[in-house]
Each structure stands twice: as structure tokens, then as C-alpha cells.
């Protein structure tokens, strides 16, 4: 590894790292080191053929508690497999996820590519009682909505892209089709706590992200005001800490862990962050 060093005085969490195999913990703490990353954490998708994809992070924060955290992925192999594989529902799944000591969810529902795979919108019925639980329970979602306008374009879909099939076209689900999905997901549960990764897939259109005072009106609001609110996570993370240590964003509404009857072991980031404030 070459010589690197961080410029940044703070403390920096790293809210979004894949975990690959075991054998690449020692990579991934090289990697903090040079970096100087205090925390770290890992979205861990699962994949429905074989299941791995969370062993391997939840092994890292049980080896590194100070260090790591886990946002979970949701299990469809129930519905992918029209019920010859039997899995827990999604709602029991994030009680699991709790259970487990995972620190949050992430969604790759609302990638393009997920939708030819599982082609039910984040708004059908299917999802209703996932909403509603982990609207609940207070956990955060890194969400994972859309990918580049270029993908959607064979001229402009780039090389990399086209390797891994990321490349899209008018028989698949659209940008704005999924948008207003999650502006739908968004005024029927206002108190979701969401990270949007990769910006929200906004940056090649700045003027539609909005203003940082947005965030601070508060309230639950609808319309404009609260996607708004949501749009805007996709700056700060739950888990970021500022220089001084204070959380960067706080649990608004107040976490509803602490009456989980699982709740000594999940989401450690609760009793750090500053309520309702």
C-alpha cells in the first residue's frame, strides 16, 4: 500500500464498505489505518443463492466492536423462489436483525438491477409490514436508489458498467419511476431515518437537492418539506461524528430501541446519539 495519510482532523466513519470474504479483514484494517478511519460501516447485502453476505460483517464487529457497524440486508428467497424456500417474513427479519446486534438496514431495492430480479415496487403490499416495523424500531436505512443517468444510455453507459450488466433501457424501470416510489414510501411514514447512498444519484442535477436549512425546519411535515428532510441524509450519517464528538444528525424522533425486548445487543449508536434534541 502506498503512502497516504487523511488531512482531516476529525473523527471519520466510513458508512458504506462491502464486506468481502473473512480473508479480507486484515485488508479492510489496513486500509482504516492508512485512511485514518475511526468507525466503519458495512452494508451487507445477502445473497439469496448461498446466504453469505452477513456472517462475514457481523464476524468483524464481534472481532472489532469498537469499529465496526452493521446495516443488514433483507432476505427474499421466499419470494424469489414462490415459497420452496421458506424464510421469515421481512418484518421478523429486522427483529432477527436486532437480535443479532446489527446496527441498521441496507436496501438495494431501488437499483435497477434489483428490480429484474424482484420486479415489486418499494410501495407494493409486500413491503407494508417491513415500513411500518422498522418505522418502529427507529433504524436506519442506507438505501441504495437508482444508479447514473449515463447507465441509461448505451452511448454513455460506461465500460465498467456494461461488465457488470449495470446498463438499462426502456423496458427497464425508470429513474423517475423509482423517485417517486420513495416519495411515496416517505409521506406514508414520515419517521424513517434513511441515508441515501451515492447522493441520491443527484449530482449531475445539483439544483434539485435541497437547501441544508431544509433539514432543520423539523417536524414531520409532507410534500416538498419532508422528502426534502430525507433528501438531504444524503450528506450525514447517523453513525458521523463531528471533530468535537457531537453526532451530526440525531435521532429524530426519539430511537424506539430501548422498548425492543431485544434491544441490549442491537444498535449501539442509540445510546450515543442525543434524543429528540
Known amino acids: 500500500m502506498s503512502e497516504w ?15 468481502g470474504p473473512i480473508s479480507s479483514e486484515g485488508r479492510i484494517l489496513a486500509i482504516r489505518e492508512a485512511c485514518g478511519i475511526d468507525k466503519i460501516g458495512l ?16 464476524y468483524m464487529k464481534a472481532k472489532h466492536p469498537d469499529v465496526f457497524y452493521v446495516f443488514a440486508g433483507l432476505n427474499h428467497g421466499a419470494k424469489l423462489s414462490d415459497g420452496k424456500v421458506v424464510t421469515r ?24 438491477t434489483s428490480r ?3 420486479d415489486i415496487p418499494v410501495t407494493d403490499g409486500y413491503f407494508a ?24 444510455k ?6 465498467w458498467a456494461r461488465e457488470r450488466n449495470w446498463g438499462y433501457g426502456p423496458d427497464d424501470v425508470q429513474k423517475e419511476t423509482l423517485y417517486a416510489e420513495v416519495d411515496e414510501v416517505l409521506e406514508k411514514h414520515p419517521d424513517l431515518s434513511i441515508i441515501f ?6 449530482s449531475a442535477d445539483p439544483g434539485r437537492c435541497p437547501k441544508r436549512d431544509a433539514l432543520r425546519r423539523g417536524g414531520r411535515g409532507t410534500g416538498e418539506a419532508s422528502r426534502a428532510q430525507h433528501h438531504l441524509r444524503t450528506l450525514l450519517l447517523p453513525l458521523s461524528r463531528s471533530a468535537t464528538g457531537e453526532p451530526l444528525l440525531r435521532c429524530t424522533p426519539p430511537c424506539r430501541l430501548r422498548s ?3 434491544h441490549r445487543d442491537a444498535l449501539q449508536h442509540v445510546s450515543r446519539c442525543r434524543r429528540n434534541a
Not at 452494508?43 to 457481523?58: E, H
Not at 417474513?89 to 435497477?112: A, N
Not at 409490514?129 to 441509461?152: K, M, Q, T
Not at 448505451?154 to 465500460?159: Q, S, V
Request: hydrophobic letters at 35%; glycine letters at 10%.
Open 5 to 19: 495519510s487523511s488531512k482531516f482532523c476529525g473523527s471519520i466513519t466510513d458508512g458504506h464498505v462491502h464486506m
Open 197 to 202: 447512498a451515492h447522493f441520491y444519484f443527484l
Open 116 to 118: 429484474q430480479i424482484m
Open 154 to 159: 448505451p452511448e454513455t453507459l460506461p465500460a
Open 89 to 112: 417474513s421481512l418484518s421478523d427479519q429486522l427483529d432477527d436483525f436486532v437480535g443479532m446486534g446489527c446496527d441498521g438496514i441496507k436496501m438495494i431495492e431501488g437499483k435497477p
Open 260 to 262: 425492543h425486548p431485544r
Open 43 to 58: 452494508v451487507s447485502i445477502q445473497d439469496p443463492r448461498t446466504g453469505m453476505g452477513l456472517p462475514q460483517s457481523l
Open 129 to 152: 409490514d417491513y415500513w411500518a416495523h422498522v418505522e418502529e424500531l427507529g433504524l436506519p436505512i442506507v438505501w441504495h436508489v437508482n444508479d447514473p443517468e449515463e447507465f441509461w
